[in-house]
C-alpha cells in the first residue's frame, strides 16, 4: 500500500518538511518592526499568569492589573480557574502567579509555609457576604431581616427542589460559603441549595424581585448588582472570627477587606508587574463602575482601559 | 422459528416482572415507616474519620511535592517532560516564543501547513474543508484559543499512540497481555472524567501537564483497543504461511500483521484524536490551556452566546480532525493502484502545495497581516448576539412548558425515587438493590454489587451517592424511552438514519459543557438541568445502538411476522424489540454510563450529590478528602451499574432450556 504511492510522495514530503524546519528556524521579521517601536520602554518585565476568578468584581479588577501591566511591557495570560485550593497548587506548580481578590481569610496558609504562595496584603477592596431577600419580603415582614424569625417564614420559602423545607440558595461551590455551619448553629429549618454562579444567583434575586415571589440567598458586596435590583440583608447574631475554630460553628459572614496573593517566582523577580501587584489598590466604588461597564456590554477590555485612562495618574503609581 | 422457546422466556419475564413488583412494594413500604432512619446523612461541612484521613493523606503528598523521593524521581522528571513537550508544539502554533511577538509560525503559515498535511495524507477536497474550518475558528474570534486546544490534542494524541500502539500490539499477540490490559481498560472507559481530574493535580499539579496525562488516561485505552482488535483480525493463513516459512516474530509483525491491520490502526488514530479533543474542554478545570477556558468561563458566568462561539470551534477542530483522519482511513481502503500518470501528477501537486506552504510560513514570520490573524474577521459577536437570543426566546416562549416539566419530573418521579433510595435505612436500600441485581444479572451480579455498595457505606458517603443515583436512574429513564423510540425509527428507517446521523454526531463531539450552559438558563439551578444534560448527552449513543439492533433483526424473521398479519406495532413490540435486547441492555448500560459522567457535573448548577462534593473538594482544603473519596464513590457506582448490565446480557446471550 506504501508502494502505490511511490517514492514521490515520500520525497515530495521529506522536501516540504526540511523546507518548512528551515523556514520557521530563521529569524521573525513581524519582531523587528515590533521592537522598534517600542525601544523608548525602560525596563524588560516578564510574562506572568494572572487568575481569573468567576465573578465580575474579580474580572474588573483582574483586567485593570492586565492593562496596566501590559502597558509596562509585560506579558500576561489570564488563566480560569476556581478559588482557592485549585488555584494555590498552580501558583505552586508555577501556573499562576496572581490572584488580586481572595476573600478567603488564611485558608493559604498551608501554601505560605511551604513558601509557595505570598500574602501581599489588602487590595483596597472590603468584601461583604451576607444572606438577603428581595427588599419587598422586608417590606412585607418587616421583621424577616432578623434571622430569629427566618423559621417563622420558612414556609414561603419551599420549593420542588427544598425537600418540605426552605429553599437557602447557596454561593458556589467555589466560593467563600458557611451556609450548613450558619443553618445548624440557628437551628434554622432551611435546606441548602447550590446555585453553582454568579449569574446563577443574579437570576434567583432578579426574578424574585420581578414576580414578588420569596428567594433567601447568597449575595455579596462590592457587587454592582446590588446599585440595580434591592435587596436586603438578614441579620445574623454577630461573629467574633479572631479565633476562627471557635467561629466556625457560628453564624454570620464578616466584613473582611480582600486580599492580593502572589508566588514566590513573581515576588523574587521584583520587575515592574511585582511593584504593580504590591501598589495595586482600589475602592469598593472603583470596582462597581468598571463592573457596570462590562455587565453593560463593554469587553472588560474596554471598560478596564476606560478606568485607566479616566485615573491615570493613580495607575502610573501602580509601576512605580 | 423458535415460539416454544419465545414462549418460556415470556413465561419467565412475566414471573421476574412479579418478583420485581414485590421487592419495590416491600421495599415502598419499609421505607415509608422506617423514613428518616440510620440514612448515614452527613452534612455538606462534616468530614468522616475516613475522609478526614484520606484528606491528610492529600495534605501530605501535598507538601512532599519539592522534596520527596517518588516526586524528585518519578512525577516531577514525567511533568517536566510533559509540560516541555506541550510548550515545543504551543510555541510552534500557538503562543508566541519567548523574545518574540508570535508563536514559531504565523496563523497564515499554520492554516497552509494544515492544508498541505491533509493534502498528503488524505486529498484535496478533504484539505480545502480543513483550511476552511480552520479559518472559521479564527473568524470566531478564537485563533489562539483554538491552536492551544490543537496543541494540546495533538500533544496528547502523539504520547497516547507512543504507548497505546506497542501496548496494542503487545495485546494482539498475546492472550496473557490481552487478560491483562481488558480490565484496566474497561475500568478506564467507565471511570467518569471529573473523577480523576483531583488526584492527577495532586500528584502532577494544576498545568498543562496535568491536563495531557488526564487526557491521555481517556485516549490511550482506545489506541489500545483498536490496535490489538486490528492485529487479532488479521486472518491466521498468513501469520501461520510466513511463520511457516522461516519468519521471526518481528518480520511476521512488520511484514504480515501490521501491514494488514493498518487500516483499523489508523481507525484507532481516528478515535484517539476524538476523544482526546473532546477531553481537553473538560480539562481546562485543572489549567488545560486552549476553548475549554472560554467554555468554562461562560458556564460560570452562564454566558450563553460566548458558551456557543467557543462550542462552535471545539466542533469546527472536531469536524476538522475527524474528516481528515477518516479520509486518510479511505485511502488505506483504495487497493486500485493509481495509474503512473497519476501518480506523476500527485507527486507534482505535492511539491506545488509543500512549496506553497514554506512560502506561507515565511510570510507569516516577515509580514503583520499573516503574522496576527486579523480582527477585522470577527463574528463572534453576532453569532453570540443570535444564540443569546435565540435561547432568551426559548426560555420565555416555553417556560409554562418547561416548568411544567420540571414539575413533573422533579415532584412525580426524582423526588419519590429519592426518597426511597435516600431515605430508607441504608441497610434496606442495600437489600432492595442487591435482590434488584440478583433479577437482573443473576448471583455473580449480586455479590459484586453487594460488595460496591458496602464500599460505598464505608467511605461514610452512602446519602450523597443515593442522590446521585436517583438523578442517574431518572435520566437514563427519560433518555432509553427518548432514544429507544428515535432508535426504533431510525432503525426502521434508511431516510431516518440520514436525518438524524449529523445531529448525534455534532451531540457527540459537543462538550457536555456547551450546552450545560443554556440548560441552565432553560432550568435553573436544580437537579433537573442535570438531568436533562445527562439527557442529551447520552441520547445519541442509544440511538446509535438500538438502532443498529433494530437493523440487525433477521428479515426471515420480520417477513415471517408481516406473513402471519402482524400490524405494525405489533412487529415492533413482538418481534423486532425482544430480538433486539441484547441491544436494548447495552444501550441502557451505555446509557447508564454515560449519564453518570454528565450527572456529576451537574454539581456545578445545583445539583448536590457526590459531584458537588468533588467540586467542593478541589477548592476548600478541609473538604479535600471528602471530594476524593466522593470520586472514588462515583467509579463504585460507575462499576456497579457496568457489571449489572453486563451479567444481564451474558445472561440473556446464554443459551436457554
Known sequence: MVRKQGKGFKFAVLTAVAGLALTACGGAGVDDAASTTETGAAEACGSYSIAMHAWVGYTASAQVVTEVAKAAGCTIEQVTLEEAGVTYDAMEAGTIDVVIEDWGGGRWQDWVDRGAVVEVGDNGNVGLIGMYVPAWMAEEYPDITDSANLNKYADLFVTDESKGKGAWYEGPPGYTTIGEKMVEANGLNFTIIST??????????TKAAADKTPALGYFYEPQNFLAKVALARVNFPANDWTDTAEASGLTDYPSSPLIKLASKKLMDANDPFTRIIKNFKWTNDDQNGVAADIEGGMTPEEAAKKWIAANQATADGWVK | MSD???????????????????????????????????????????????????????????????????????????????DGFVTLIRETISVPTTGSSIPLIGWFGVIALIGFIVFAIANARTAILAVTLTFACGALGLWSHSMDTLAMTIAAVFLSLVIGIPVGIWAGRSDFALRLVTPILDLAQILPTLVYLAPLALFFLIGPASATIATMVYSIPIAIRLT??????????????????????????????????????????????????????????????????????????????????AGFAVVFLAIMLDRSTTAAVVKQNTFVPPSPAQQKRRKIALFATGGAAIVSVFLSRQL???????EQINFSEPIAHAADSAVKWVTSTFSFFTEGLIKFVTVGILNPLEALLSNSPWFLTVAAIALISLLVGGFRSAIVTLVVLFLIVGSGLWFDTMITLAQTLVATLLTMVIGVSIGIWVGR???????????????????????????????????????????????????????????????????????????????????????????????????????????????????????YLVILGSSKPDLQGKGLVAGFAILLLGIMIDRMAQFAVRRNSAPRH
Open chain 1, 196 to 205: 453553582g454562579s454568579e449569574q446563577a444567583l443574579i437570576d434567583v434575586f
Open chain 2, 4 to 82: 416454544e422457546v419465545l414462549g418460556t422466556s415470556n413465561r419467565r419475564e412475566i414471573k421476574r416482572g412479579w418478583i420485581f413488583a414485590g421487592i419495590l412494594v416491600a421495599w415502598f413500604g419499609l421505607s415509608k415507616i422506617f423514613s428518616g432512619k440510620y440514612t448515614y446523612e452527613l452534612a455538606v461541612p462534616q468530614n468522616t474519620t475516613f475522609t478526614n484521613f484520606v484528606g491528610e493523606i492529600a495534605k501530605s503528598i501535598r507538601g512532599n511535592r519539592t522534596d520527596g523521593a517518588a516526586f524528585k524521581y518519578f512525577f516531577n522528571p514525567i511533568r517536566q517532560f510533559i
Open chain 2, 228 to 309: 490489538a482488535f486490528g492485529i487479532r483480525g488479521v486472518a491466521k493463513g498468513p501469520v501461520e504461511a510466513s511463520i511457516s516459512m522461516g519468519s521471526t516474530g518481528g518480520q511476521t509483525l512488520t511484514k504480515v500483521q501490521l501491514p494488514i491491520a493498518k487500516k483499523t490502526i489508523v481507525l484507532g488514530v481516528n478515535q484517539t484524536v476524538m476523544a482526546a479533543l473532546s477531553f481537553v474542554v473538560i480539562a481546562a478545570l485543572i489549567g488545560a490551556p486552549g476553548l475549554g477556558k472560554p467554555v468554562i468561563e461562560a458556564l460560570i458566568i452562564r454566558n450563553v452566546g460566548e458558551g456557543f462561539v
Open chain 2, 368 to 374: 503583520a497581516w499573516a503574522a496576527y490573524f486579523p
Open chain 2, 493 to 611: 428507517s434508511q431516510r431516518a438514519e440520514r436525518f438524524i446521523r449529523p445531529i448525534m454526531d455534532a451531540g457527540q463531539v459537543l462538550p457536555a459543557f456547551v450546552y450545560l450552559i443554556p440548560m441552565l438558563g432553560f432550568f435553573g439551578p436544580a437537579r433537573f438541568t442535570a438531568i436533562a444534560t445527562g439527557i442529551v448527552y447520552s441520547i445519541p449513543v442509544v440511538v446509535k445502538i438500538v438502532g443498529q439492533g433494530i437493523r440487525d433483526v433477521p428479515v426471515t424473521m420480520i417477513e415471517a411476522a408481516v406473513s402471519s398479519g402482524s400490524t405494525t406495532r405489533q412487529l415492533i413490540t413482538k418481534v423486532q424489540l425482544p430480538a433486539a435486547k441484547n441491544s436494548l441492555l447495552l444501550a441502557t448500560n451505555q446509557g447508564l454510563i454515560f449519564v453518570l459522567a454528565v450527572v456529576v457535573i451537574g454539581g456545578f448548577v445545583g445539583a448536590g450529590g457526590l459531584g
